[in-house]
């Protein structure tokens, strides 16, 4: 099955910086999204991102399919940014989701 | 976005009892759901891929007689897990797809809270 891989692992930041967590992936996709999965377990939509580029607010995606890459950028960071954010991508043939490892964002004040 | 809801948010169950979990797309009909499994500072496992009006798909290694999937209508999806021990304990997730456009080429997954199982 296709192989999805998250850096990094662990990110500590300061309030107020930026910061670029990467996605790789093993295969073609139809499908890819970025989550935020908040202290209580719930996974919030942030992107739908099988290609290209979208902003929203301090956060942007950027996904080039042919490199089999995917980047989410956050700026300005903010303690509730702090959380784990998982890259899950859908292979071509079908609509299963494969999750990466996610990678735990920390944002102190 | 799509609003998906699960019940119960958290149970706690003696070995060898079974528990249901409720899985609902609020605002959408949902043909396929997922049902995912986290495990503490882990990501998360599908376990299997329900289909109403058909039987699930489960993912290799996952017990069927285990864990019973019943996709009854658009909107419910249900997973059992039966004679639970402790070993079950863990946070299960569910996710339903919103498909729209020609062949299904928008194709975004929704998540519900989870449902945390304590199996004593």
């Known amino acids: 099955g296709i192989q999805v891989e998250q850096s990094p692992p662990d990110l500590i930041l300061q309030e107020g910086a930026n910061s670029t967590l990467r996605c790789n992936f093993s295969?073609?996709?139809?499908?890819l999204q970025w989550f935020h999965q908040n202290p209580w377990g719930q996974l919030i939509n942030l992107f739908y991102i099988p290609s290209g580029t979208k902003q929203n607010g301090r956060l942007s995606a950027t996904t080039v399919a042919t490199e089999r890459y995917s980047l989410l950028y956050i700026s300005s960071s903010q303690t509730t940014d702090s959380g784990v954010y998982f890259c899950a991508v859908g292979e071509t043939s079908g609509s299963r989701l494969t999750f990466g490892e996610g990678t735990q964002l920390t944002v102190n004040p | 976005g799509a609003v998906v809801s699960q019940h119960p948010s958290r149970v706690i169950c003696k070995s060898g009892t079974s528990v249901k979990i409720e899985c609902r797309s609020l605002d959408f009909q949902a043909t396929t759901m997922f049902w995912y499994r986290q495990f503490p500072k882990q990501s998360l496992m599908l376990m299997a891929t329900?289909?109403?009006?058909?039987?699930?798909?489960?993912e290799q290694g996952v017990e069927k007689d285990k864990f019973l999937i019943n996709h009854a209508s658009l909107t419910l999806s249900t997973l059992t897990v039966t004679s639970a021990h402790p070993e079950d304990s863990s946070f299960y997730i569910c996710?339903?797809?919103?498909?729209?456009?020609?062949?299904?080429?928008?194709?975004?997954?929704?998540f519900g809270p989870g449902t945390r199982l304590t199996v004593l």
């Open positions: 329900s289909n109403e009006g058909s039987k699930a798909t489960y």
């Open positions: 996710s339903a797809r919103v498909v729209s456009g020609r062949e299904g080429l928008y194709n975004e997954q929704f």
């Open positions: 295969d073609s996709v139809n499908n």
